[in-house]
């Protein structure tokens, strides 16, 4: 099967209608073995446009390519290679010409208490926040799935954008998802030694940043029970029970703003400023990019937040990452539109 070295699918698919061609219905079995990838494909497309709804929109156009062309699909490569290839230069079309996606402290430096929260900036300045049900498989190897899960940090889909895409892909092909250099040399026909040149110039880039992939294990007992006491100190504003669970250095961010904080003393200080309208808020438990987060909802039960918190080793919270696009956040994490707040009349 020859392949287009620009949309990963045979070269007279463009030709195909959109309903594959005399109004035939997509036969079951193919829709469901190319189903079955729709999670891994997302992870992977997430990890190289940073934005979960440009994730899933990678994927839906992966599948309609990759149906359009299935009947066409000789099986000298994997199904699963074949979905990837169509991924990648789904993925690498939608990178052509547009800013890499960052967060606040990529930025800027951080800001103090005073300083004006500012206008927001357009939505495609900053990397999103994604359900891990969205983007990593519900069951399988726990030391996979450890990285799979480090792999999608908010921090490391920042360092990613640093790279230029065809590295960004060698890099989460071979070093998160474990292809061999001759695979992501036939992914993206290119050679063995470019791929392995791409991989070294991405792994240090990384290493100046700071960000590479180390599992991380699932939440332990002192972890749970540090979440439970910043729910408790947050829903009743305790700011002197707040302190003594953030890290001396502990970090607010609040996209689409750029304005970001450091330092608990001006985090506290700004929720009992600025930020004084979070008293009274209801915190619902979700998982973001394989750490916990919780909906934010004001005290009249309006959705105001999606929090994804960052914790450390020794027991304190280090992020408290804040995104404030509601309208579309909340229905992706399947969060109701109120919570609590007076009775609706």
Request: proline share 7%.
């Amino acid at each position: 099967m020859k392949q287009s070295s620009t949309s990963g699918t045979t070269e007279v698919a463009g030709a195909v209608p959109a309903d594959g061609g005399g109004g035939r219905a997509p036969e079951a079995e193919p829709v469901e073995r190319l189903e079955a990838y729709r999670t891994e494909l997302t992870g992977y497309c997430y990890r190289m446009l940073g934005s979960a709804f440009e994730a899933e929109d990678a994927v839906q156009e992966t599948m309609v390519r990759a149906w359009r062309s299935y009947d066409r699909f000789e099986g000298r490569s994997s199904l699963r290679s074949w979905l990837y290839r169509i991924a990648t230069h789904v993925c690498l079309d939608l990178l052509k010409g547009s800013q890499r996606r960052a967060r606040p402290m990529d930025l800027a430096s951080p800001s103090s208490v005073e300083t004006p929260i500012g206008t927001g900036l357009p939505e495609a300045t900053w990397i999103g926040p994604v359900p891990d049900q969205r983007v990593l498989a519900s069951a399988g190897d726990p030391a996979e799935t450890a990285v799979a899960r480090e792999s999608v940090r908010l921090a490391f889909i920042s360092a990613l954008q640093r790279l230029a895409p065809r590295q960004r892909a060698v890099l989460i092909l071979r070093e998160v998802l474990s292809w061999s250099a001759r695979e992501v040399a036939e992914l993206l026909d290119s050679s063995v030694a470019s791929v392995n040149s791409a991989l070294q110039r991405a792994r240090a880039t990384l290493a100046a940043s700071g960000d590479t992939v180390a599992p991380q294990q699932p939440l332990d007992d002192a972890q749970q029970a540090l979440l439970r006491r910043y729910v408790d100190a947050f829903e009743r504003f305790d700011m002197d029970a707040l302190t003594t669970l953030l890290h001396e250095d502990c970090t607010l961010s609040m996209p689409p703003y750029e304005l970001w904080l450091r330092g608990r003393e001006d985090l506290v200080t700004w929720l009992l400023g600025p930020g004084g309208g979070c008293e009274g808020s209801h915190l619902l438990p979700v998982t973001a990019n394989g750490r916990p987060a919780f909906g934010q909802y004001r005290a009249d039960g309006t959705p105001w937040a999606i929090q994804v918190i960052e914790t450390a080793a020794d027991g304190r919270i280090t992020a408290l990452q804040c995104f404030l696009d509601t309208e579309r956040l909340f229905p992706l994490f399947g969060l109701p539109p109120r919570h609590g707040g007076p009775a609706a009349e």
